[in-house]
């Protein structure tokens, strides 16, 4: 059973444009959200978060929103830049118990 | 990162063969986690730990043991490695009892079982 999803296996954007990446989550227990960025042969870095009590938090070109109601949240990237092409994850824990669980995944392409 | 560390960065091992990983971290951080990389799974939790001695499973921990006998050190291992156990391994650590501070990742071990 899958917790959390992220349904675009990989997205392409123009460099400039916004980048729209989304999550979706079924357990209604998850108090925090955060997203990773990976580049190949390297380790996921965190790159930003947001807690359930929020509906939005924004550092620099990246936002993350949260509908709870929906069970959505996702990341914006604006403006892209071709260094933001990597894989990017979803993740997302429980208060009582931090292990967070990823989605697979969607590899961002910014072209130039 | 700075202060996770693991070894090796790439192994070659074969079906039945025993293999350690080991994961090593500078500042005494408590809770560890081996995760894994396959394509089309992201990263999926195997074993993780609170503290010396005290570890518990992930999601798939079957065929995989861990052992934490120093606060610095985390130690996966394969039993007898088999294909399906081909894989990117990610040690990581929590510096932060903030739920919203994430994990440290360190940069991987590449595993493969011929």
């Known amino acids: 059973d899958q917790q959390v999803k992220q349904n675009s296996p990989s997205l392409s954007v123009q460099e400039g444009r916004i980048s729209i990446l989304n999550c979706d989550y079924t357990?209604?227990?998850?108090?925090?959200f955060l997203w990773y960025k990976k580049y190949p042969a390297e380790g996921p870095t965190f790159l930003i978060s947001?807690?359930?009590?929020?509906d939005k938090n924004e550092d620099g070109r990246f936002t993350v929103f949260l509908n709870k109601s929906a069970k959505h949240l996702s990341l914006h990237i604006v403006p892209s830049q071709p260094g933001d092409s990597a894989v990017y994850f979803c993740a997302a824990s429980e208060a009582s118990n931090y292990k967070l669980t990823f989605g697979k995944g969607t590899l961002l392409t910014v072209n130039p | 990162d700075a202060g996770i560390t693991q070894s090796p960065r790439h192994k070659v091992t074969e079906t039945g063969t025993p293999v350690t990983l080991r994961c090593h971290q500078t500042?005494?951080?408590?809770?560890m986690y081996w995760y894994r990389q396959d394509p089309g799974h992201g990263l999926r939790l195997i074993h993780y730990s609170y503290g010396v001695k005290d570890t518990d499973k992930g999601e798939v921990s079957d065929g995989y043991s861990v052992s934490r006998s120093k606060t610095e050190d985390f130690l996966l291992t394969l039993e007898s490695a088999t294909s399906s156990q081909t894989s990117v391994y990610f040690c990581?650590?929590?510096?932060?009892?903030?739920?919203?501070?994430?994990?440290?990742f360190g940069s991987g071990t590449r595993l493969t079982v011929v």
């Open positions: 357990n209604s227990m998850f108090d925090y």
């Open positions: 947001i807690s359930s009590i929020k």
């Open positions: 500042e005494n951080h408590r809770y």
């Open positions: 990581a650590i929590r510096k932060s009892d903030r739920g919203n501070d994430g994990y440290t």
